[in-house]
Structure formats: structure tokens, C-alpha cells
T-cell receptor, first 111, second 115 residues
Framework: SQQGEEDPQALSIQEGENATMNCSYK?????LQWYRQNSGRGLVHLIL?????REKHSGRLRVTLDTSKKSSSLLITASRAADTASYFC???????????FGPGTRLSVLP | DTEVTQTPKHLVMGMTNKKSLKCEQH?????MYWYKQKAKKPPELMFV???????INESVPSRFSPECPNSSLLNLHLHALQPEDSALYLC??????????????FGPGTRLTVL
């Protein structure tokens, strides 16, 4: 298993703006997943991107993957107050069986 | 039903108490997980059950005792806890621990306070 490192650790934006957060990892992966956690709640799976994909969309979410740089980014467009949460990436290689979550990005969307 | 339920939502216990946390899913998932999460930290894996057998114990102290009575239920028995064990305890499930594209479904957590 390997751990992703999210960046920045904290991000504050105004409602309606776009939010971008990044994830870096160390070794080659099979896929990378993003999860969201609202304060004091469980994590929710957002999106999975496979190593042979470069970009994936889901609603207002856009995820990109650059395997040469070992990094991924999550873009949230037209942010809302309800997007205020911590966001975690989970890189999955072909050997690790479990998720190891990094410190996450704490996003605050201000009204 | 894509929900993982956890009870209780909140639990306050003394250091000499014995209590249990419960987790249930009806998605037919064969892997279930316990995580511990301290404030402003990521979830840390404690235990994994795969096909009702304990697959992984991440060197968790014996005062935490997991149990998987059947494929839908997961318990965490607590005994002689310390104040530093106060945290949010999250349960999760997934179709199979071994599937690389497996995604995890999390419950809302139990907020545990040890006095």
C-alpha cells in the first residue's frame, strides 16, 4: 500500500470559485481514488481514475492523472458551501491491499 | 441499499467500562474495516476482515477486540480504554479486499470519548 500526499493542506475560496487540490504519490499505480469527508462524518467515494486514463469527469468534479509526474489533481468547479470538507486521495498499486490516507486537503468554501 | 450504519453515534465511557461499537452493511460486501480518526488527522486503519476472517491487525492494542459474527456485521469491543483512545471510529465495507479497483463505503462513525 502507498500513501498519497495532498497539497495544499488547507484551501479557502469564495462560493462560485473553482478549487484545485493535488495529490502526489511515490510508485506506479493501478488506479487513484478521491474521497471527501464532511466534518465529523464518514468518507464518501468521489471518483476513481485508472492509470491508463488522463482525465475523468463526474458532475462538477474533474480529475486528472499524470503518471509521469506521479500526481493527480481534483478540480471542483463553481464551488458551493456544501463542498466544505476534507479531501483525501488514495493511490492503489498492484500489491497493496489497503488504503493509506494522506493528511488531506481541508477545503473551506465561504459564502 | 448502499449504506453502512454504525451505532451508537456517540459514546462516553470510563476507563473501566466495557462497551461495543456496531457496524452493519447489506450490500453483500465481503470485506469490512475499522478505522480510527483523531481530530484533523486522516483515518488510520485498525482491522480488516475478509470473508469473515481477520485479515489484518495493524498492531492495535488488545483493549480493542474486533468481531465479525457474519458477513453483514462487524463489532468492535472496547475494554479498559485510555483517554487517548478518544476519537471518531469509522467502519467501512467493500466488495473484496483483494480487488485493486475496490472502493470503500464508510459509515458515519461513532464519536468515542473516554473519561
Amino acid at each position: 500500500s502507498q500513501q498519497g500526499e495532498e497539497d495544499p493542506q488547507a484551501l479557502s475560496i469564495q462560493e462560485g470559485e473553482n478549487a484545485t487540490m493535488n495529490c502526489s504519490y511515490k510508485t506506479s499505480i493501478n488506479n487513484l481514488q478521491w474521497y471527501r469527508q464532511n466534518s465529523g462524518r464518514g468518507l464518501v467515494h468521489l471518483i476513481l481514475i485508472r492509470s491508463n486514463e488522463r482525465e475523468k469527469h463526474s458532475g462538477r468534479l474533474r480529475v486528472t492523472l499524470d503518471t509521469s509526474k506521479k500526481s493527480s489533481s481534483l478540480l471542483i468547479t463553481a464551488s458551493r458551501a456544501a463542498d466544505t470538507a476534507s479531501y483525501f486521495c488514495a493511490p492503489r498499486d498492484n500489491y497493496g491491499q489497503n488504503f493509506v490516507f494522506g493528511p488531506g486537503t481541508r477545503l473551506s468554501v465561504l459564502p | 441499499d448502499t449504506e453502512v450504519t454504525q451505532t451508537p453515534k456517540h459514546l462516553v465511557m470510563g476507563m473501566t467500562n466495557k462497551k461495543s461499537l456496531k457496524c452493519e452493511q447489506h450490500m453483500g460486501h465481503r470485506a469490512m474495516y475499522w478505522y480510527k480518526q483523531k481530530a484533523k488527522k486522516p483515518p488510520e486503519l485498525m482491522f480488516v476482515y475478509s470473508y469473515e476472517k481477520l485479515s489484518i491487525n495493524e498492531s492495535v492494542p488488545s483493549r480493542f477486540s474486533p468481531e465479525c459474527p457474519n458477513s453483514s456485521l462487524l463489532n468492535l469491543h472496547l475494554h479498559a480504554l485510555q483517554p487517548e483512545d478518544s476519537a471518531l471510529y469509522l467502519c467501512a465495507s467493500s466488495q473484496s479486499q483483494l480487488a485493486i479497483t475496490d472502493t470503500q463505503y464508510f459509515g458515519p462513525g461513532t464519536r468515542l470519548t473516554v473519561l
